[in-house]
């Protein structure tokens, strides 16, 4: 499997158990096996990987000057760590702002130094936003948004390939 179709995957799996986890906030055993569920994934696509996972809680910080949102709530995050790469996948949730009006403001946030928008195409009604930070080559972000009934979902799919020379 890819790379590029694993993560597909991944964040397939996570906004939907992590929007579950976030509908029934009241069952530590359905939060744990969640956990359990993403650690065991993650760990599969890298045996040497150090992985984690947090539902309603952030495992890793966010890239520096990341623009936060102020009308999202955390669902969770995962991230991984290899020799090679480090990867950071944050999910929100808002019924506050509609997920256009999140992808305008994020668009334009990330249009901003040091980060670069590089693409931002919409696919089955999902629009991403492609980014890169002008300061990190090794960095390369990715933002989902979506509207789910009167939610609207974000997620971030952060990624350092930590095997690129940036020149220095």
């Given amino acids: ?15 939907a158990a992590l929007l579950a986890a976030a509908c029934d906030n009241s069952d530590d055993e359905e939060r744990l096996a969640a956990q359990r569920l993403f650690r065991n994934y993650l760990l599969q696509s890298d045996r ?3 992985a984690d996972v947090r539902v309603q809680g952030l495992v890793d910080e966010l890239p520096p000057s990341f623009p936060e949102h ?3 709530s955390l669902l969770g995050s995962a991230f991984t760590d290899t020799e090679t790469r480090r990867e950071l996948i944050v999910g929100w949730q808002t019924s506050e702002e509609p997920a256009d009006d999140l992808f305008n403001w994020y668009r ?3 249009d901003t130094d040091p980060w670069r928008v590089t693409a931002d195409p919409q696919r089955a009604g999902v629009d991403f936003i492609t980014f890169r930070d002008a300061d990190n080559p090794a960095f390369r ?3 989902r948004i979506s509207q789910e009934g009167d939610r609207a979902i ?3 799919i952060a990624v350092e390939n930590l ?4 020149g220095a």
């Fill in 108 to 110: 334009s946030k990330l």
């Fill in 163 to 166: 095997s690129v020379d940036d």
């Fill in 70 to 72: 102020e009308e999202l």
């Fill in 154 to 156: 974000v997620v971030l």
């Fill in 1 to 15: 499997m890819s790379a590029k179709a694993l993560v597909l995957l991944l964040l397939a799996l996570a906004s």
């Fill in 48 to 50: 040497t990987a150090i």
């Fill in 141 to 143: 972000g990715e933002l």
